[in-house]
């Protein structure tokens, strides 16, 4: 199924476009959609001090997207996912932001955070199980 992706590029700001245009299918871009960006920045014939500037800002905001990639969740935020992760995770807002965790780049801390959760509830379950075989 072709997309008209020239259509949404025409919409987009230019930096938005940049970082379409510098980035790879890793970042989740197809590539007739780099390609359609890369058009689309040159029908908009962009000052070459505008384009330096603007590149220099995608490529900040790149490394800086790459370096949240690994960021680890912190020891506290372990705990407390491992603690109340069970119960957290099944309310809407909590899916939201772990969501909008996600988008933002910190796959990392996403990727603990429900580790951390899945066992915090294997944990409860384990105890629950006991509890009911010891005092029943």
């Known amino acids: 199924m ?3 992706f020239g259509a949404a590029m025409a919409r987009m700001q230019v930096e938005d476009l ?4 510098n980035s790879g299918e890793a970042d989740g871009f197809e ?3 780099m390609a359609a960006a890369r058009a689309e920045l040159a029908l908009r014939n962009i000052a070459e ?5 603007i590149e220099a800002e995608v490529a900040v905001d790149q490394a800086e997207r790459a370096g949240r990639a690994s960021e680890p969740l912190s020891n506290r935020a372990w705990i407390l996912s491992l603690l109340l992760g069970p119960f957290v995770i099944l309310s ?4 939201v932001a772990l969501i909008a965790l996600g988008v933002a780049g910190y796959r990392r801390k996403l990727w603990e955070f429900y580790m951390a ?3 915090g509830l294997i944990v409860y ?3 629950g199980w006991s509890a009911l075989f010891l005092f029943h």
Request: positive net charge; proline residues 8%.
């Open 2 to 4: 072709a997309r008209d």
């Open 18 to 21: 940049f970082r379409i245009a």
């Open 31 to 33: 590539p007739e959609a």
């Open 49 to 53: 001090s505008d384009r330096h500037r």
């Open 92 to 95: 809407t807002p909590v899916l």
């Open 117 to 119: 959760a899945i066992w």
């Open 125 to 127: 379950l384990i105890l």
